[in-house]
């Protein structure tokens, strides 16, 4: 178990251009989960899959945030047209499939938009 | 909208005592209680998981559930400097997807 990896771990950007994040859940993980926090919150729900489907996405989502994981295993998480509201800390969990199972979290990307 | 508070802090303890932080959510249909830890610029860590109203104790923490007032609580007992950290509450919600609250800031002081 190598846990929940995700890269890059800092990306700066300027206004305007995409980004494209990467995350490799637990290999037993069937459940990947996007999380955004800023200092001081919580981390704040983005979006989640179960192996390839994407079961729920946030309604405070912008249409220039999407995610996939394409074979239900590494997923990307791209932002398009950054903003500097956008900057923040990029969680991505992991978990087994069921409600009972804890999230396992990696050490996340930090996103800075100039 | 779903929603989870907690007393944002900072809660102050010297150490040796015990800290206890509250959580309430609004989803009557949560049915797992997780409890994270999160030390300044690091991830969230797991530390406590509880899914039946009452009491679990493990160690230091026990996690307290009242489903009827949507009510989840953390007590650490015996306080280090090293639990120094932020605790984010976080109801499993019925779509399977984790909320999480602010957090609580807790200081123990030597």
């Known amino acids: 178990d190598t846990g929940v990896s995700q890269d890059p771990r800092h990306k700066i950007t300027k206004r305007g251009q995409n980004v494209t994040f990467r995350c490799d859940p637990i290999s037993e993980h069937n459940r990947l989960y996007w999380y955004r926090q800023t200092l001081g919150q919580g981390p704040e729900f983005l979006t989640y899959f179960q192996n390839e489907a994407q079961l729920e996405k946030s309604r405070l989502l912008s249409d220039r945030f999407s995610a996939e994981r394409p074979k239900g295993s590494f997923s990307t998480l791209e932002i398009q047209r950054t903003e500097q509201g956008d900057s923040a800390m990029y969680l991505c969990?992991?978990?087994?499939?069921?409600?009972?199972?804890?999230?396992?979290f990696g050490n996340g990307t930090r996103l800075t938009v100039t | 909208q779903k929603e989870v508070e907690q007393n944002s802090g900072p809660l102050s303890v010297p150490e040796g005592a015990i800290a206890s932080l509250n959580c309430t959510y609004s989803?009557?249909?949560?049915?797992?209680f997780f409890w994270y830890r999160q030390y300044s610029g690091k991830s969230p860590e797991l530390i406590m998981f509880?899914?039946?109203?009452g009491d679990k104790e493990d160690g230091r923490f026990t996690a307290q559930l009242n489903k009827a007032s949507q009510y989840v609580s953390l007590l650490i007992r015996d306080s280090q400097p090293s639990d120094s950290a932020t605790y984010l509450c976080?109801?499993?919600?019925?779509?399977?997807?984790?909320?999480f609250g602010k957090g609580t800031k807790l200081s123990v002081k030597p």
């Open positions: 989803d009557r249909g949560s049915q797992s």
């Open positions: 976080a109801p499993g919600g019925s779509q399977g997807n984790l909320i």
């Open positions: 969990a992991s978990s087994l499939k069921d409600i009972y199972s804890p999230l396992h």
């Open positions: 509880i899914y039946s109203n």
